[in-house]
């Protein structure tokens, strides 16, 4: 799945990809040409632009709903793996060819368009914050699980009460009220 970076970079580039012409011409090193139904033409009739890496020389991203696929065979058909994977996206939708769009109908294709852009980028965003979150609880976990060991006087006297302490578990964030866990300090 591609970073935040390579959807904004896309995102940007791909906003030219609406010209069947344009995204035929990204497939210039495509590993699938004749005797195959994948070609080149049939990739971007479907709205894909050719994405490959060193690792990945098959990678596509439609322009419009930013899915990516890979490993494709020579016999897969572009437009039916597109619509079998992204079945609401707006390019495969669309009931006119793109030169009889009127304005506003073009603009709220972009705002789509745009909109499937934030959430993706939100969903990347919300799942790195999440490994975020789950590592420094397992950090913290393991760190209440080691004796307490006082570094100064007024640590000496507080070492009792941090026995009390309760630290949650990874992914463990509520107690059975529905309110947040989490540690309690204990008057002295």
């Not at 993706?120 to 080691?146: F, N, P, Q, S, W």
């Not at 989490?182 to 002295?188: E, F, K, T």
Request: net charge negative; charged share 30%; glycine share 4%.
């Amino acid at each position: 799945m591609a970073s935040v970076e390579v959807f904004t970079r896309r995102f940007d580039v791909h906003g030219k990809m609406y010209s069947h012409d344009l995204r035929e011409k990204t497939f210039a090193d495509w590993p699938f040409r004749e005797d195959c139904n994948c070609t080149p033409e049939k990739m971007a009739k479907a709205g894909f632009v050719h994405c490959p890496s060193v690792n990945e020389p098959d990678v596509v991203c439609c322009f419009f709903c930013l899915i990516e696929l890979e490993g494709w065979e020579p016999d897969d058909d572009p437009w039916y793996e597109h619509l079998k994977r992204s079945p609401t996206c707006g390019f495969l939708t669309m009931k006119k060819d793109l030169i009889c769009l009127t304005v506003p109908e073009f603009y709220l294709l972009e705002k789509e368009r745009l909109k499937i852009y934030v959430r993706k980028v939100c969903h990347k965003k919300m799942a790195h914050l999440r490994d975020e979150i789950d590592m420094l609880l397992g950090l913290t976990d393991t760190l209440a699980h080691l004796p307490f060991v006082p570094s100064s006087k007024r640590d000496v006297h507080l070492s009792p009460h941090l026995a009390y302490c309760e630290v949650p578990k990874p992914g463990n964030f509520h107690n059975a009220e529905g309110g947040l866990r989490g540690a309690r300090v204990m008057s002295l």
